[in-house]
């Protein structure tokens, strides 16, 4: 079972043309070595100050580049972006905007990865999230009237706050949109809102991961179950036109 996460909301500026080097913010200090650290892998953060990635791949990285993006329009470029893993310690000045972070990664990217993108919207198989009934939510779905930008001194602590945060089998959102929490349900295909619910939310989902895995008769139902009964939500197959960013290129960089 996953660790307690909160997951703080951003959005991302659109990227330079491809087979172009961004123009706009940089990072002050780029380095880049083959992951040899003692160090756990797989961390990929933007932190005051910095990026840093321990043990992470270039598909990661790039993944975190063009956030809000979700990484399964994310295609192409070499086998080596899943598997070749970096230690990459990027430094910046001042506190720039999140955007303007991501800007600064996806300048490195083509740097010193020669990265190499383009767009293309493509036909995806995906799963459509819709109401089970017109006009008609569930219990654990409330509309919200939080302002996202003050959050008071009252509010409780460990609480998500027009965010999320999850364990396996938990979604808990506090002024989150449809189209976040469309986002951030883990199924065999991407989900896309097509609820038609706008304004935001707060939300409260749970349910049994896998389900004929437990005896327990008091467990959550499975996630299908649980977003009818819970949300009054249901996925539907379907197969849309989505822009996809296609990697054409990339390079091992020279580590410093």
Known sequence: MRSLIVITLITATAPAP??????????????????????PGGRNALEPGRYVGIGVTLRRIVALAHLP?????????????????????ATFTGNPPREDVQAMMRAMLADRFKLRTHRETRPTPVLA???????VVGPSLRQASIDCANRPSSAVPDLPWCAFQYT?????????TLDQIAAE??????????????????????WTPDPGATTDATAPPGLITALREQLGLRL?????PLEHLIIDSAERPLPD
């Open 69 to 89: 993006l979700p990484p399964d329009l994310i295609d192409g470029g070499p086998g080596s972006l899943a598997t070749d893993r970096f230690d990459v310690r």
């Open 185 to 206: 349900i883990d199924a065999e295909r991407l989900v896309i809102n097509q609820t038609g619910l706008a304004g935001r939310w707060d939300v409260d989902l749970r």
């Open 18 to 39: 491809a087979g172009q080097q961004p123009a706009g913010p940089q990072f002050d200090v780029v380095s880049i070595r083959p992951y040899t650290s003692s160090e």
């Open 129 to 135: 999230l819709t109401v089970e009934r017109a006009g």
């Open 168 to 176: 396996a089998g938990l979604l808990r959102g506090r002024g989150v």
């Open 236 to 240: 539907q197959p379907a197969t849309v």
